[in-house]
């Protein structure tokens, strides 16, 4: 029942980094975020301590909180500061929304999806980024899906969310919360902002998700970096 981290002084792992982020309130390591409940925006958003240009990463993110929606996905580290960013260049992105579907942050275009699930409170977010063939695969509760709806497989490389990413720069975990008190727990697998119930290690023994890890896919940690980063 005890807060446990396998973050070392050897192998670091991922955090969200309070030095880029707008108007968030940092707990859990620096893994769980909060939307402040006032001030002068509320399209706020947070980013990932370590970002990559190859290999193959997965992470988890619990979306929660008195409102929505919350955006998660990527973005390059070209990506300014400030607020409401997520329908910029160098985003890539499911959110929540009150449509039939989630909505697409694609890399400046922003527009409701034909098929992929909205999120809902207390969904885990899943987010695979093969970022050897620029591909980026999110699903909810361990079940991936592309923008029509379909299945997708991180492992088999087939019905990605988004494709054709520029991996000439280096791309972060990145959220950002569009309403006041939205919370974003985060799990790099150093130290997870919510409790996990089954506990999955990557083929390294790095990390502890709550969903199996894709085969191939690695957390981000500064060990998993060395070696395929």
Excluded: H
Excluded at 7 to 12: I, L, S, V
Excluded at 45 to 70: D, F, H, I, L, Q
Excluded at 116 to 141: C, H, M, Q, R, W
């Amino acid at each position: 029942a005890t807060d446990q981290a396998t973050d070392t002084p050897t192998n670091n792992f991922c955090t969200l980094n309070p030095l880029s982020a707008d108007e968030m309130t940092f707990a859990e390591g620096n893994c769980k975020v909060t939307q402040a409940s006032a001030g002068p925006r509320t399209d706020d958003n947070a980013r990932g301590t370590m970002g990559v240009s190859s290999g193959k990463w997965y992470w988890e993110v619990k979306v929660s909180g008195g409102t929505v929606p919350v955006v998660v996905g990527i973005c390059f580290d070209k990506l300014k500061m400030g607020s409401d960013l997520s329908g910029l260049t160098g985003v890539y992105a499911i959110q929540n929304a009150s449509a039939t579907n989630a909505y697409k942050r694609e890399n400046g275009t922003t527009a409701e999806t034909s098929g992929f699930t909205n999120p809902v409170n207390d969904n885990i977010i899943n987010v695979a980024f093969d970022a050897d063939n620029a591909k980026l695969y999110i699903g909810i509760n361990g079940t991936y899906e592309n923008q029509a709806g379909s299945t997708g497989d991180p492992a088999a490389g087939s019905n990605e969310t988004f494709s054709s990413i520029d991996t000439s720069f280096f791309w972060l975990p990145w959220i950002e919360s569009r309403g006041a008190s939205q919370v974003a727990e985060c799990n790099f697998g150093g130290c997870p902002a919510f409790s996990i119930s089954s506990g999955n290690a990557d083929a390294n023994g790095y990390g502890n998700m709550e969903y199996e890890i894709p085969d191939g896919y690695y957390c981000l940690c500064s060990k998993n970096l060395a070696e395929y980063g």
